[in-house]
């Protein structure tokens, strides 16, 4: 397969920034105000079943597993899955070969973060709440199908965690991250590295672009892009901050290699770090959308998030679903912060 610069395709690509607001945000304070970020989430490599030793990310239901956003079935994930398959490529001669994902990317904006408005864990003004928003390949679906577990069998994502402390003064500062990991820990010890000199606050317009080599001597790269709180769209604009990120991989001792088999936009309620049994909810975020989100593959074509399987967060301790999640118009992964299923 031919190799392409998947930031070419990035070029050519328009996003529509706009959103809506199913729950309102409270005007308690300055939205550009934040404190110093003193938090941390576990960034663990799990299936989207929730862990049964955490009291707010705890599965209470039997439901048969669909993973789409009308089961029951309890999930911390919410927004879309694309997996490819040999049936994506055009190319009649490749049609025996598996498809394989050079590139992942997205721009969103990132959001505030505030306490619930309803529901039980709403009306706690020294609370703590959370959300965090990535994009990655091979880090949702191949972990739990296994389907991507072996030698070297790895994952890469990349986004933004937002919190809410109500005894440190509200809102602290989002941390920016990525993470390159093994599929074969399952878990995984769920570090993930701060992205170093890409400072974000909230409104700030960011794009993600996450690239990889599936070959055994390869590289990956992160690409994180903060094209500020004034930019409408990221494109044509000029990035303010640009971190790129090179990390080795290989079929070697100790290497990882991607499947390139899965791409993802994802919502994720996290646990906490340091502090497992720490009770811990998702954040009202109101909304965000992944615009301009689609993957490169390794022979140079394109494509968007049409036919991507759609996911919500469910939660019943913290009142059942708790995000709505869509495709839209093939290019855009939104998803809006709620309460219950109406």
């Known amino acids: 397969m031919k190799s392409t610069n998947p930031l070419l ?30 938090l941390r989430l576990l960034h663990t ?14 599965t209470t239901t039997t439901a048969d597993d669909d993973s789409n956003s009308d089961s029951t079935t309890e999930s ?10 040999s049936d994506n490529y055009s190319n009649e001669e490749e049609e025996e070969e598996e498809a394989r994902i050079a590139s992942v990317h997205a721009t969103f904006r990132i959001p505030h973060a505030d306490p619930p408005t309803t529901g039980p864990t709403a ?9 965090s928003f990535w994009v990655g390949i091979d880090s949702v679906a191949s ?16 986004g933004v965690d937002i919190f809410f402390d109500g005894t440190l003064g509200g809102q602290q500062s989002p941390f920016a991250w990525y993470q390159f990991a093994s599929a074969e820990s399952g878990s995984g010890s769920g570090d ?3 992205l170093e000199g890409f400072g974000v606050v909230p409104g700030d317009l960011v794009r993600f672009t996450l690239s990889a080599d599936t070959s055994e001597s390869a590289e990956v790269v992160v690409l994180a892009e903060n094209f500020g709180g004034n930019v409408g769209c990221a494109e044509g604009a000029t990035a303010v901050v640009t971190v790129r990120t090179v990390l080795p991989a290989g079929g ?28 811990i909810a998702l954040a009202n975020f109101t909304s965000v959308t992944f615009g301009a989100a689609g993957v490169t593959l390794e022979d140079g074509s394109e494509r968007d998030v049409t036919g991507a399987e759609v996911r919500d967060v469910r939660l019943e301790a913290q009142g059942g679903r708790l995000t709505s999640c869509e495709v ?8 809006t912060r709620v309460l219950g299923d109406d």
């Open 9 to 38: 395709a990035l070029l050519a690509t328009a996003i529509t920034c706009t959103s809506s607001a199913t729950i309102p945000l409270p005007p308690t304070r300055p939205r550009d105000v934040t404190t110093p970020h003193q």
């Open 45 to 58: 490599l799990t299936p989207s079943s929730p862990p049964s030793h955490h009291r707010l990310l705890t």
């Open 76 to 85: 911390t994930k919410g927004g879309a899955v694309l997996t490819l398959t």
């Open 123 to 131: 009306g706690n003004p020294v609370g703590l709440y959370a959300a």
């Open 143 to 158: 972990f739990e199908s296994s389907s991507c577990t072996g030698t070297g069998g790895g994952s890469l994502r990349a």
């Open 192 to 194: 993930a590295t701060g």
């Open 252 to 279: 070697g001792e100790g290497g990882l290699v991607l499947c390139g088999r899965e791409a993802a936009w994802v919502v994720e309620d996290f646990p906490l770090a340091g502090m497992l049994e720490f009770p």
């Open 328 to 335: 839209v118009d093939g290019k855009k992964v939104k998803c």
